[in-house]
Every structure is written in C-alpha cells, then in structure tokens.
C-alpha cells in the first residue's frame, strides 16, 4: 500500500535554532500535502496545507515565517520550525492524500526544544 | 505495537437516520482517543477528543463514547444529513506516537 515516510521522528534543538521536519510519499505522487500538530493532551489540528510548485495555505492563527513550508517535488514536502522556542514544542505530523481517496499519514516527529 | 482498526469501511444510510461509527485499538494504554472528520482532498476537521480519564463527548448531534479497558470507542450520529458525508477516522495517542484507523466512508443519501 501508499507509505508516507516522515523524517526525522524526534528531535531535540535548542532554543532559537531552526528544525527540518520531512515528508516524503514513496510510491506516489502527492499535489498536496497537510501539516498538522498536536500539543499534549490536545487535539490533532492542521497547520497548513503544502500544495507543490505554489505557496501553502496557513490555517487561520499559523506563523507562516516561524514555519516555513517547501514542497518542490510531489513527492517531499519540508516544514521547518524556524527559531524554535520551547512553546514549539509538540507532535507534528504530516499527511498525503492519493486522489480524493485516502489519507496516508506519516509516522510524525516529536520536537523538543530545550 | 498500537493497531486501530474501523469498521464498517464504508457506511451508506438514508438521511434523517441514525449511526453509530466503530473503533477498535490494540493498546490500552492511551493518552486519548479523537475523532476526525475527512472531505476529499481537504485536511482533517478534528470533531471530538476524548482523554484517557472520560467516557464520552459530546457536540451537537455527535456522541462520542470511550472503553479503553476494552479498547473501543464508538461515534454516534444522529439524525444524519447529506452534509454529513465524508470519512470519519479515528486516532488514538500513546507515547510519542499517533496511530490512525483506516476510516469509515460515509454516505448520507438525500
């Protein structure tokens, strides 16, 4: 079946340096890709929506200079978590759709800032 | 290693009825359980989150119910709507991992 592949699956980084999180599609091709976190005890809540070759769409409250988003092939699409602060800290995770059927979700990465 | 099972896969109802949605998942040992809502080619709509501690949650014609002993949880909709078509996934939380369904397709005929 589809496989999302998300990379890397936790990292730790001090406060103010920036982080990379990657999402890849193996076997197909995804225009869009979503980004979601999840803060502890919370809900799972989209960030942005990665479309390929254009700008991505930032949910209402999103900083999309603090978390810059590229997806510059259809298959990998990277957000990355620009001066990262200990508030950054949470669960994200990404997701590509395959047509207008499912949903294929990356294993998610879980960032700590210290 | 968690493993979330949905059934049915797919659903289809006439409008005005009521459903109830199925959960099942492997570990109990869960932070909390939520349910999604998926259109087409859009990003999820987080419906409803359960924590470990609760056994149900409501919003609007949505109840959501959770059994971790036994590792279910159930969404029940009542009175559905054509609008209410879509895929319902639910997730379950553990440490530092989050485990889908593969979600039920719902159709509400008009």
């Known amino acids: 079946g589809a496989v999302v592949s998300q990379h890397p699956s936790r990292v730790i980084c001090k406060s103010g340096t920036s982080v990379k999180i990657e999402c890849r599609s193996l076997?197909?091709?995804?225009?869009?890709m979503f980004w979601y976190r999840q803060f502890p005890k919370k809900s799972l809540m989209l960030m942005a929506t990665?479309?390929?070759?254009?700008?991505?769409?930032?949910e209402q409250g999103v900083e999309k200079d603090k978390f810059l988003i590229n997806h510059a092939s259809l298959t990998l699409s990277t957000l990355t978590v620009t001066s990262a602060h200990p508030e950054d800290s949470s669960f994200y995770i990404c997701?590509?759709?395959?047509?207008?059927?499912?949903?294929?979700f990356g294993q998610g990465t879980r960032l700590t800032v210290v | 290693k968690q493993e979330v099972t949905q059934i049915p896969a797919a659903l289809s109802v006439p409008e005005g009825e009521n459903l109830v949605l199925n959960c099942s998942f492997t570990?109990?040992?869960?932070?909390?359980l939520q349910w999604f809502r998926q259109d087409p080619g859009k990003g999820l709509t987080s419906l409803l989150l359960i924590q470990s501690s609760q056994r149900e949650q409501t919003s609007g014609r949505l109840n959501a119910s959770l059994d971790k002993s036994s590792g279910r949880s159930t969404l029940y909709i009542a009175a559905s709507q054509p609008g209410d078509s879509a895929t319902y996934l639910c997730?379950?939380?553990?440490?530092?991992?989050?485990?889908f369904g593969k979600g039920t397709k719902l159709s509400v005929i008009p």
């Open positions: 997701s590509a759709p395959r047509g207008d059927a499912e949903a294929f």
């Open positions: 990665s479309n390929e070759g254009s700008k991505a769409t930032y």
């Open positions: 570990d109990s040992a869960i932070y909390n």
């Open positions: 076997d197909f091709q995804a225009t869009t």
């Open positions: 997730a379950v939380s553990g440490s530092y991992q989050l485990t």
